[in-house]
């Protein structure tokens, strides 16, 4: 039945994006160490979180992608101004000037904002996909328990 395929699909597409996400989340953690070592491992924590984001967004609850990205990165940078400047105590207005100035100087270059566009477009079209086969097979299930009336 028409049913039984969108579940088939909705499943297979679940599974296989989770796969995607997860060895994404792997090969992260398994490369950085050896690239960034302690700075990233004492940061480890930020990237946990952003990938539990995604999955978040993706399950659809109201998460807004972008403000997590944005967040991300700026928790990144403060998180690092830190750590190579352990010399001096920093104040909060101090972090927030270095933030609020950070698009000025794009201390990651563009990938914050390449990474955003791309993350946000791909997760708005699978997001969308996967939500369209549930309501196809919503659909499909509520049709076939209504009976046919003869004019």
């Not at 933030?99 to 990938?111: A, D, M, R």
Request: with cysteine.
């Amino acid at each position: 039945s028409v049913q039984i395929i969108f579940t088939a699909q909705y499943k297979n597409f679940d599974g296989y994006f989770q796969e995607l996400l997860n060895k994404s989340e792997k090969a992260l953690y398994d490369t950085f160490p050896g690239m960034y070592g302690d700075l990233y491992l004492q940061n480890v924590q930020l990237f946990k979180d952003l990938y539990s984001e995604l999955r978040h967004y993706y399950r659809g609850p109201n998460i807004n992608l972008e403000e997590a990205l944005n967040e991300f990165w700026t928790h990144l940078l403060e998180r690092l101004f830190k750590l190579i400047n352990p010399q001096y105590q920093l104040p909060d207005e101090y972090m927030d000037c270095i933030v609020k100035h950070s698009e000025q100087h794009k201390p990651f270059g563009e990938i914050p904002r390449d990474l955003k566009l791309k993350a946000t477009r791909a997760f708005i079209a699978v997001r969308s996909f996967v939500q369209g086969l549930g309501v196809g097979n919503d659909v499909v299930r509520k049709v076939s328990k209504k009976t046919m009336r003869k004019y």
